[in-house]
């Protein structure tokens, strides 16, 4: 069993896969079926699936990398869940530092013990909601890639991620479908947050019918200090909802 599709796809991003890559993909593979029939990580299992809606689909985000000038790049992936799309990416850029922030117990078990299967250096695991991890000096306001997958709203994914994001970093949700009215929705929000314009690049996977999109939302300003909330109160009400005073 070879990732084919997989390296077809990495290719068309320009991206090759080394042997050892492939290798460490087949193994996450592995990994990730054996121990969903203990616990819930995904719902998509089939090899054919898993090399394009997990892999493939995490990887794109290498499509922004060229928009950080820095070579010693530090990635944080929110609510990485089995590690996507944060541990993709750092098999694909082992130079990079990556952290995931995961609150599900039973997934942080799962991904500590892949990390040290797959022989990853440079990788920290949070077992924390983000509410909590963003009020964290030691990572607050540190990382130059904010990422996370279907994560939320444009909103409450903003209020979740750019307080981790440096001055002149970015944040990238990663969307699908049609999700304008979220853009429009979230503007104030994002401004509140110290975020700039938004900008997305849409993309077309090798394996996927629909085309994905990266939403990513430039770091200005400092994030003022009462954001993020406390727990789940960005997803109770979002920023969209609040006036005035309120964003004070």
């Not at 920023?239 to 004070?248: A, N, Q, T, V």
Request: glycine share 8%.
């Amino acid at each position: 069993m070879k990732p084919e599709l997989l390296v077809r796809g990495a290719s068309k991003l320009g991206i090759a896969l080394t042997e050892c890559q492939q290798a460490q993909f087949l193994v996450y593979f592995e990994q990730l079926r054996t121990w969903n029939q203990r616990i819930n990580l995904t719902s998509v299992d089939s090899w054919h699936d898993v090399q394009t809606v997990h892999f493939l689909d995490s990887i794109s985000v290498s499509a922004l990398l060229e928009l950080l000038p820095r070579c010693d790049v530090r990635l944080l992936d929110v609510g990485t869940g089995a590690g996507f799309p944060g541990l993709p990416l750092k098999i694909v850029f082992p130079h990079i530092g990556v952290t995931l922030i995961e609150s599900v117990s039973k997934k942080v078990r799962f991904l500590r013990a892949l990390i040290d299967t797959l022989g990853l250096d440079g990788v920290d695991v949070v077992d924390m909601r983000a509410e909590d991890a963003g009020r964290r000096p030691e990572l607050r306001e540190k990382f130059d890639l904010v990422v996370a997958r279907a994560l939320a709203s444009i909103d409450v994914f903003a209020e979740l991620t750019l307080p981790f994001v440096r001055l002149g970093g970015i944040a990238v949700a990663q969307k699908k479908g049609n999700f304008y009215a979220e853009l429009d929705d979230a503007r104030k929000g994002v401004e509140v947050l110290g975020g700039g314009d938004y900008s997305v690049r849409w993309l077309n996977l090798t394996g996927i019918k629909d085309p994905r999109a990266l939403v990513s939302i430039p770091k200005l300003m400092v994030t003022p200090d009462k954001f993020p909330r406390r727990v789940g109160v960005p997803r109770k009400r979002p920023l969209r909802y609040l006036r005035g005073k309120e964003f004070d």
